[in-house]
């Protein structure tokens, strides 16, 4: 879900454990949005891909202080990448009705201030990121990314968050709570998330590899027994446990180098994030008959992989799409 990133602060080169981790996060993101046998099984896991993503996004992008002034481009550039998106998936859902979506105003305000895209929803993230760039930049500008301010920044809202989530919990609340989508999402778990893969990349904290992987187990079986041992409700998709295992797989990937790209770290650098942006039209729109209208047991068992699969390919056309000559110049600059 991050654009190809500059090479990490590790004084050997670039890592490819990240590209490879970026692959594994954009599949969990499919599993999570994918009609299923075990999705919701799996929540507890495939939870941890957008915490994951927004620590990447924060290692290398808080890696050395040169990157401060870069952060508002990347910002408008999610931006671009929302609307473009936002148009895209209109035209797909007006094909799939047979006739024109028309939103609400809410849905429609909501886009008006980047927030949410009306149609398909996931693209809050890109406005959610925008929001994380623009408030890093803004604090790192006046020099208030201090050791305790980011400590405050981190733990204060998790522990706001989640103190609103029992109330609500308490109260028998099951709605309302997500509506501020994107502006909840930028603040939890997008700021703290964010500086904390600074935080990773900056002190290059790392473990054994063998540590960094027992590690990421020991905290996916917590995750697991979280929801599904103990019965902890959540209202929202960012659970207790949900943040320390991506923090755990932030450490696996950079404990763990790779020096030379293969096949599953090029995936990862060129095609997560349009998988990201791609794969929500195929389960939702183009596949949703099969998916949804009584699919077969193989169907509903192996669908997110079948997403997964051709959500690459369309992202491998989209990517290559970029050397036509005569592609519309404001897509050859967003993807280049």
């Known amino acids: 879900m991050t654009q190809p990133s500059p090479a990490p602060p590790a004084a050997h080169g670039r890592n490819h454990s990240f590209d490879v981790l970026r692959l594994l996060l954009a599949f969990f993101i499919v599993y999570t949005h994918t009609h299923s046998r075990y999705r919701f099984e799996l929540d507890p896991i495939t939870n941890s891909a957008v915490p994951a993503f927004f620590m990447l996004s924060g290692y290398f992008m808080m890696a050395h202080a040169r990157q401060w002034h870069k952060m508002l481009g990347a910002a408008r550039r999610m931006i671009v990448t929302m609307v473009v998106w936002t148009a895209v998936s209109y035209v797909v859902i007006c094909w799939y009705r047979g006739r024109p979506a028309t939103p609400g105003p809410t ?11 009306p149609f398909v929803g996931h693209l809050w993230y890109l406005s959610a990121y925008a929001y994380v760039l623009v408030a890093v930049a803004w604090l790192a500008g006046r020099n208030w990314l201090t050791r305790k301010a980011m400590a405050l920044i981190i733990c204060l809202p998790f ?11 308490h109260n028998g609340w099951d709605s309302g709570f997500n509506e501020i989508v994107a502006f909840r999402h930028w603040l939890v778990p997008g700021l703290p998330c964010f500086l904390i893969g600074g935080i990773i990349a900056r002190r290059n904290l790392r473990l054994r590899p063998w540590a960094a992987a027992a590690l990421v187990a020991v905290l996916g079986a917590a995750a697991m027994a979280e929801i599904h041992v103990l019965k902890i409700r959540h209202i929202s998709d960012t659970f207790f446990m949900t943040i320390p295992l991506a923090v755990s797989l932030i450490l696996l990937a950079n404990s763990v180098h790779l020096p030379h790209p293969n096949i599953l770290s090029e995936c990862g650098r060129r095609y997560s994030l349009h998988i990201y942006l791609v794969h929500p039209l195929l389960c939702l729109y183009v596949l949703a008959d099969e998916l949804y ?12 992989y079948l997403i997964f699969v051709l959500a690459l390919a369309v992202s491998i056309a989209i990517y290559r799409a970029k050397q036509i000559k005569f592609i519309p110049l404001i897509v050859s600059k967003l993807y280049k």
């Open 107 to 117: 849905p429609l305000a909501m886009l008006a201030a980047i927030n949410v895209d």
């Open 159 to 169: 522990i706001v968050y989640f103190a609103v989530e029992g109330i609500y919990w």
């Open 293 to 304: 209208i009584n699919p077969s047991p193989a169907l509903f068992l192996l669908s997110p």
